[in-house]
């Protein structure tokens, strides 16, 4: 692959996010917003008294579906735009793989979660209570990131690929960002889910990294030794990654002979 | 000549020959109120109960109230966001010039093209949850839910000048999503759709209480709280919305034709 065609990409995305400034802006907003409105409904689940101990617990589960949620949506749910607009042949005609475009999108979405996470730090912290950010671990929590994160471009690519050829809503994306927040161990430790869930928790794959990352930002200890968990991620990481890289191939090779599903609006 | 009715009846077939070709867009609008409450029950138990919920929110049936102050939230979104969505697909299929070519006024085409999915998104809501309502509290909690659909359905027009306001300022900031997005977060935010309206800041307890939602959400802990309310606060409910509509329609319909005029102006259309 050439270098030139990386930086080009690159440049695209960094001088779409300058050009759409505002509507970067008001999507950061917009996330912080919708999370305070759970989060005061949620909270209004506590005993009077306690209301605002418990912020420091979710703190790091909102940062994690922040970056998740956002990584995801922005890469697959961009597919959308991308392919009503005829970008996709476009790229196809200039010998350059429509694909490449979709692998800066994480560009967009990790900057977003970023300012996100700083709106909701500012936010979370005009409530009273103990101090929201705290760091045990810091190797394995960086560790923890960065599975979460490399495991959510993946999906998002296998996502965005398969929407190619079938069609996949954005309706779609987000009940999976939906099932996963509740029922794949993001905003709570595995421990502190009923039974079942935990079991549906553990065979998605978020959970590994969300539990060392509870581990490393608050000691935590995960469902499993972290001697197990740490591989695990790795391993399941390197898996993902693998995946969305034969899924894009197969289905580049295929839209290059059968066309796009899609044409126009989907 | 095309008039409100005719653009309106066009996006209504428009709208359900869409819903018919997208069984995912149905089974998402039935699944969305429930995933919304178990994100809400799921989260809240990490911190407490639903007997601490039920206390503070002083609802007998916290289940009931929360599914439908979701079918609230979910109708304010698909109202807000319709028009300024309309405006936006148009434009990057390239075919809103020719919508807009219609003799019909602009604010015009914005509101009877985004009314019909304004309608039919909170049926099909309602619809969702009323299996629940009715194995939760009887007959008695299908009745409740279906009264809360005619708040909704009062809540609504007032926000229809203001999702065409919406609509314009999309258009005219041309950017490549909907701008207007956050406000209907900070709106259901302001309107106190999960908890009580005192818990907020003043500036954002008076924001709300100028703010139509408020009010459905109010109608909606009144219908959970009682089985059959007083109907001094129901008519009380139904006279400020009544007002709300035409304070806010007569706002838009002055602030609408400036917004078109802008709009012409720019040539963003």
């Known amino acids: 692959m050439k270098l030139y065609k990386i930086k080009a990409v690159v440049w695209l995305h960094i001088l779409r996010l300058w050009r759409y400034k505002i509507s970067f802006l008001n999507m950061a907003l917009s996330i912080t917003l919708w999370i305070l409105l759970f989060l005061l409904g949620a909270l209004m689940f506590t005993p009077k008294g306690e209301l605002f101990k418990a912020i420091p617990i979710v703190f790091w589960g909102i940062i994690m579906w922040n970056i998740m949620s956002n990584t995801i949506s922005l890469i697959s749910g961009w597919t959308w735009y991308y392919l009503s607009q005829g970008f996709v042949e476009e790229h196809i005609l200039t010998d350059t793989s429509p694909f490449l475009v979709l692998v800066g999108r994480p560009i967009t979405g990790l900057f977003l979660s970023a300012l996100a996470t700083i709106f909701i730090y500012i936010t979370l912290s005009g409530f009273e209570g103990s101090p929201i950010i705290t760091i045990t671990d810091p190797f394995i929590l960086m560790l923890g990131i960065l599975t979460l994160t490399l495991m959510s471009i993946s999906i998002g690519l296998i996502l965005a690929a398969l929407s190619f050829k079938t069609g996949i809503q954005q309706m779609f994306i987000e009940i999976l960002n939906f099932i996963i927040l509740i029922a794949g161990g993001i905003m709570a430790p595995l421990s502190k889910l009923p039974r079942f869930l935990a079991y549906i928790a553990i065979l998605i794959p978020f959970s590994h990294s969300a539990e060392l990352v509870r581990f490393g930002a608050a000691g935590i200890k995960p469902w499993t030794s972290p001697t197990v968990i740490v591989p695990l991620s790795l391993i399941l990481t390197a898996s993902f990654l693998a995946i969305s890289i034969l899924t894009i191939k197969r289905i580049e090779m295929h839209i290059r002979i059968s066309g796009l599903k899609a044409m126009g609006r989907m | ?269």
């Open chain 2, 1 to 269: 000549m095309t008039g409100c009715f005719d653009i309106f009846r066009a996006y209504l077939f428009a709208d359900m020959c869409w819903y018919k070709n997208n069984r995912w867009l149905l089974f998402y609008h039935f699944i969305w109120p429930y995933l919304m409450v178990a994100l809400i029950l799921g989260f809240g138990s990490l911190f407490g109960s639903i007997e601490s919920y039920s206390e503070r929110l002083g609802v007998s049936s916290p289940i009931l109230f929360l599914l439908s102050s979701t079918v609230v939230a979910m109708s304010s979104i698909s109202i807000v966001s319709s028009l300024a969505e309309f405006v936006i697909e148009n434009r990057w299929s390239g075919t809103l010039p020719y919508i807009m070519l219609t003799p019909a006024e602009t604010p015009i085409i914005f509101i009877a093209a985004g009314l019909p999915d304004a309608i039919i998104s909170p049926l099909i809501t309602v619809a969702a949850i009323l299996p629940a309502a009715l194995y939760l509290e009887g007959i008695s909690g299908g009745i409740r839910i279906l009264t809360i659909l005619i708040f909704i359905f009062l809540g609504m027009l007032p926000l229809l000048g203001l999702s065409a306001l919406i609509a314009s300022l999309t258009l005219i900031a041309k950017e490549e999503s909907n701008i207007g997005q956050i406000i209907i977060p900070f709106l259901l935010l302001v309107s106190g759709v999960y908890y009580p309206l005192e818990i907020l800041p003043s500036i954002l307890q008076f924001i709300g209480r100028i703010m139509p939602v408020a009010y459905v959400v109010e109608a909606t802990r009144l219908f959970s709280k009682y089985t059959i309310p007083e109907i001094r606060l129901v008519l009380i409910l139904i006279y400020t919305l009544t007002v709300m509509t035409i304070a806010y329609n007569l706002l838009a319909s002055l602030t609408l034709k400036r917004a078109d005029r802008a709009l012409r102006g720019k040539g963003v259309i």
